[in-house]
């Protein structure tokens, strides 16, 4: 899908981009915040590795790149990075912005397998295949050889679940964060009674072949 720039911030001798496209996993509009260091953007034929930006409950695309200020580091080592989003948007499901915990803000990277979830919140697919791919095809300085993932919080436990399960471009892996216990998490109960089957044998959040 084509990659909208909306803005586009130096940051560090580099840019930070704040893009969008229609991503077709989660059925509606994806932002996701971009930073390209000064190695990228100076020469648009050097290739830097990725390192993607899992953020927490209630966070959006922005937390991360405008609160964290990974760019710093980043541009002294020459990395990009990027930040998705933290659920998809505006899918108009009945309670959807009830909750801090759960629907918008707190899509938890997983996929949901039960109704009305399943219809757009593919948040596991998005961040291991769709997203990376809309970056690597939109942006050529990115080197999707060389890519890693670490997160805060829900994204901390996110970037685990990812790395551990299915991340077949990964070349490190993230600190482990607090809410990693899934099995012992109250919350993590919850959501997954909402969102996926009591029966796990068949549970399977992403394709068992990489697309």
């Known amino acids: 899908m084509a990659v909208t ?12 981009l704040k893009c969008a ?11 996701f915040n971009l930073y390209l260091p000064p190695q990228a953007t100076i020469n648009p034929l050097h290739k830097v590795p990725l390192l993607i930006y899992l953020a927490g409950l209630t966070c959006t695309a922005d937390n991360g790149a405008e609160k964290g200020f990974f760019q710093h580091a980043a541009s002294q080592k020459g990395i990009a990075i990027l930040y998705p989003d933290t659920s998809p948007r ?14 918008s803000g707190a899509g938890f990277y ?6 009305p979830w399943s219809k757009g919140y593919k948040m596991y697919s998005y961040i291991t295949s769709e997203l990376p791919k809309t970056v690597f095809d939109a942006f050529e300085q990115v080197d999707g050889s060389r890519v890693s993932i670490f997160g805060h919080s829900m994204g901390g436990h996110g970037a685990l679940t ?11 892996r993230p600190p482990t964060p607090p809410i990693k216990g899934r099995g012992r998490c109250l919350l993590h109960s919850e959501i997954q009674s909402k969102i996926i089957p009591q029966d796990m044998s ?10």
């Open 5 to 16: 720039t909306k803005a586009t911030i130096a940051s560090f001798g580099g840019k930070l």
């Open 21 to 31: 496209h229609n991503a077709s996993t989660t059925s509606c509009e994806m932002a």
């Open 90 to 103: 505006g899918l108009q499901i009945p309670g959807e912005d009830d909750s801090y915990d759960f629907g």
């Open 110 to 115: 997983v996929d949901a397998t039960k109704d």
């Open 162 to 172: 990812l790395v551990n399960i299915y991340f077949p471009f990964h070349s490190g």
């Open 202 to 211: 068949d549970y399977h959040p992403v394709p068992q072949e990489p697309g």
